[in-house]
């Protein structure tokens, strides 16, 4: 029998399910892997938008890692909204220490109203910690522009301009994510260590975006804790690919859904109810 392999999720909690540890974990199962978690912050939140954050001391962040990698054998690991340097230090110091074979940063810093989520230090700490830890990075547009403190791109060509500022931040591959981008499509562009290519896809006229990102980040490492140690090269580019069309599908299959009055989420299990 093939062994089922186990994923980490470092992020937020989200009690309507949408976002943060609930949704990477529905993400985790749904994709055929073994879901863990370590809370870095409580939500008061739903659909409608978040009311108020209660931070996780960066001791309980810290206890929390070193019991579970103690002793769970974790393949690949998804780190989502990280506010404080102490924090990201904490995640960077003990995942040194239990080097998973793959990391998924998901630099969760702007809100949907375009509001940023964490003050210079915290960006700096993401930016300057986190990145160069990771083996991919799944930013946003505003996010990539955050982190190379540049304007949003507004176009496939200013997007594509970006790809070498953010490699330059130390991470090998990047999923630069064109959702902000108006248009019928909504193309992501996928940076390696051999080049750069688009991944194309069509717009779902849908509300339901609560947690897209959280979502993708997490089936990214979902896809790729799956592939065997003797991947070849283009398996990364093949996982990230078949993450992006599981998202795709989640979000087509997200009109069976009602939860709450703002915007939903996608459907985690699509494939399975």
């Not at 929390?64 to 110091?93: C, F, P, T, W, Y």
């Not at 330059?168 to 193309?187: A, F, I, N, S």
């Not at 998202?247 to 009602?258: D, G, K, Y």
Request: glycine letters at 8%.
């Amino acid at each position: 029998m093939t062994q089922i392999v186990n994923v980490l999720t470092i992020a937020g909690s989200d009690p309507s399910g949408g976002a943060g540890i609930q949704a990477d974990l529905k993400t985790f199962s749904a994709l055929g892997t073994y879901g863990t978690s370590v809370i870095t912050a409580l939500t008061v939140q739903n659909t409608c938008g978040v009311a108020s954050v209660y931070p996780v001391s960066p001791q309980a962040i810290r206890e929390q890692l070193e019991h579970l990698l103690g002793d769970v054998a974790i393949d690949a690991v998804k780190i989502g909204m990280v506010a404080s340097r102490d924090v990201a230090e904490v995640i960077a110091d003990v995942l040194r220490q239990h080097r998973p074979r793959w990391i998924v940063l998901d630099p969760v810093m702007v809100a949907k109203s375009g509001d940023i989520l964490v003050d210079d230090a915290g960006i700096r700490a993401v930016r300057d910690i986190l990145v160069p830890l990771a083996d991919v990075v799944t930013p946003n547009l505003p996010e990539a522009a955050v982190l190379l403190d540049v304007e949003p791109p507004t176009t496939l060509d200013t997007m594509e301009a970006m790809l070498p500022g953010l490699l330059q931040l130390g991470v090998p591959y990047v999923v630069l994510k064109g959702g902000h981008l108006r248009g019928e499509t909504c193309p992501d562009l996928l940076a390696t260590p051999s080049g750069h290519t688009w991944l194309p896809a069509s717009r779902i006229a849908t509300d339901n975006l609560h947690g897209t990102g959280c979502a993708l980040s997490s089936a990214i490492a979902a896809c790729l804790a799956k592939l065997p140690m003797d991947a070849g090269i283009d398996a990364p580019t093949q996982a990230i690919s078949e993450a992006k069309q599981w998202l795709h599908a989640a979000l087509e299959a997200s009109v069976r859904l009602s939860v709450g009055n703002g915007r939903g989420p996608v459907h985690h299990f699509h494939a399975w109810w």
